[in-house]
């Protein structure tokens, strides 16, 4: 099959205003700014950091204070108080209930917005088991009695079930948000 010329200048310049030649319909086209082709769910990235950006720094200030009280000689039977798991379960609790009565969104909605804590406090952590694995010295992060088994937690499986849960945790936080969503869409109406 043979391929036909183009016989007209609006197909050599693909129709771009003012180009007049071949290499100038080559040029490639910019790329679009990071919040329009970024989404996920009809949200972009940005609309979700901006909706939770208050609990986000909660987690990153409770993570860093945890872990930098332990390095610091705080005992871990006082460091513990600072407990990320805690702010994961109130997170989950208040944002099943502010993305329906805020009109942020739904179901599909709590995901994104559980995974972005979890994956600054998973890294917190791991950041702390890789300090513990450079010192030779456990802190919170890789200490025994918070290590799975009970044994030393400097190991790279432990760094490897925190990157498991970095996955596994936002599922089932989004599992028990959506009940909490579907008893406050009983009970309270959407704001419009």
Known sequence: MAIAAPN?????????????????????????????????FGKSLAEYVRFESGFLILVLVVGVARLTASLLGVPNSTAKYLSLTVCF???????????????????????????????????????????????GKDNIFSAPEFSPGK????????????????????????????LIMLVTKKLTPRRQ
């Open 89 to 135: 379960l109130l997170g989950m609790v208040y944002y099943a209930v502010k993305v329906h009565t805020a009109g942020f969104g739904s179901y599909k909605q709590l995901l994104p917005i559980y995974a972005l804590p979890v994956i600054i406090g998973n890294a917190i952590i791991i950041t702390g088991i890789l300090i513990a694995m450079q010192t």
């Open 8 to 40: 007209h200048r609006s197909e050599i310049t693909n129709g771009l205003p003012g180009a007049g030649s071949k290499l100038q319909s080559l040029r490639p086209r910019p790329i679009p700014s990071y919040n329009c082709w970024m989404r996920i």
């Open 151 to 178: 044994t030393s937690g400097r190991t790279w499986g432990h760094i490897g079930g925190h990157a498991v849960a970095t996955v596994v945790l936002p599922l089932m936080l989004w599992a028990l948000g959506s």
